[in-house]
């Protein structure tokens, strides 16, 4: 089948595309899309630099967070590396942005992990760029999800894992990722059912992961939480930029979208889409079955969850040997072993009529 997209590669050799996709994936707002990523309670200085920032004072809202940055508060270091990148409030310096953005990585900010990851990307340092993804997008990242499902889809960087790939996707897209909608659309035209089917599991066992362990019941996703400690970045132009009322949609990969009336919209024409898969291969031959019960951060949570599972439902689980298969940033917690896909298919129905995600995976 032909390619309908473009490798990370030949995404990132643009580096216009590249600069304006590291703009758009700017300093954050309350939106619906932006209010998923995780963030420290604001500061009174940092949220007095974002009102400056939205009524175009630049100089005023790099005052403000200065301290703030200087202090480690990680939104102030990353807005300040947005700044740097604007070249708004001060000088256009990269180097510096990219300082700004790993200090606040380090901390665990997840735009700030994207968007170092995209300028590692741009280097070549696909690798690194990937593990910064993995940790953003296990903080329920949109965009590093979506570029997750892109690597994974297409086996560039990470190992080409269609069932995952999708799972990513799907999670981007129930962020509200216009991009994610269409490349889910490739996924799902391209796919077998079988392996759409395990990643619709799979992005509900990611989601109600970190929840089991704990709570010992599937949850729904968290609802959106408002942020006003950072704020969304417009493409720099003449007039002063107003400031974002709603979510201005990410560009689409390809073609460039028209900009939305009243703003500018940035492309992100770095970010791959997935190619076109060719015909799922039928199962190997030999391996065996197990059960996928969940996706979880930390290895201590799947074992908790196994503990809440096997005290719950001993007459589902007993006998079942429990392993924890490292996935990227996650741990997959699965239990076997099954002889053929339909044992394993019959345990995970008992318990999917309890509400706990599960499906059936083959192992080599």
């Given at each position: 089948m032909r390619d309908i997209v473009t490798t990370v590669g030949d995404s990132l050799a643009g580096k216009t595309a590249l600069e304006n996709a590291t703009m758009r994936h700017g300093l954050i707002t309350a939106t619906a899309f932006l209010a998923l990523f995780v963030s420290v309670p604001a500061l009174g200085g940092v949220k007095e630099g974002v009102v400056k920032w939205q009524a175009s004072d630049y100089k005023g809202a790099v005052v403000e967070w200065m301290p703030f940055a200087a202090k480690g508060d990680p939104d102030a270091l990353f807005n300040m590396g947005q700044a740097y990148k604007l070249g708004r409030g001060v000088p256009l310096d990269k180097a510096k942005a990219e300082d700004f953005y790993r200090r606040a990585a380090d901390k665990g900010?997840?735009?700030?992990?994207?968007?170092?990851?995209?300028l590692l990307a741009q280097r070549g340092e696909k690798a690194q760029a990937a593990e910064l993804w993995q940790k953003a997008a296990a903080k329920r990242d949109a965009r590093a999800q979506y570029m997750l499902g892109v690597l994974h889809f297409n086996g560039d960087t990470l190992p080409k894992n269609w069932p995952l790939a999708f799972a990513y996707m799907t999670q981007a897209n129930s962020a509200g990722l216009p991009q994610a909608g269409r490349a889910l659309a490739t996924m799902t035209a391209s796919l077998s059912p079988a392996d759409r089917a395990a990643g619709s599991e799979m992005a509900a066992a990611m989601t109600a992961g970190d929840k089991l362990a704990s709570s010992g019941k599937p949850l729904l996703a968290p609802a959106p939480r408002k942020l006003t400690n950072t704020i969304a970045v417009e493409k720099p132009q003449a007039a002063a930029p107003?400031?974002?009322?709603?979510t201005a949609a990410p560009a689409a990969i390809s073609p460039r979208p028209s900009a939305a009336p009243g703003r500018t919209v940035v492309t992100n024409t770095d970010i791959p889409?997935?190619?076109?898969?060719?015909?799922a291969p039928s199962a190997a031959s030999g391996g065996e079955w197990r059960i996928q019960l969940g996706a979880f951060s930390q290895e201590a949570r799947a074992r908790e969850a196994w503990t809440t599972l096997r005290r719950e439902y001993p007459a589902i689980v007993s006998g079942l040997e429990p392993t924890y298969a490292s996935g990227g940033a996650m741990i997959r917690l699965q239990a076997g072993r099954f002889a053929n896909a339909g044992d394993a298919n019959a345990v995970c129905q008992r318990?999917?009529?309890?509400?706990?995600?599960c499906f059936a995976v083959h192992t080599n």
């Open positions: 900010h997840a735009p700030a992990q994207s968007n170092l990851g995209i107003k400031p974002a009322q709603s889409q997935p190619r076109a898969a060719a015909p318990l999917r009529d309890t509400g706990r995600p």
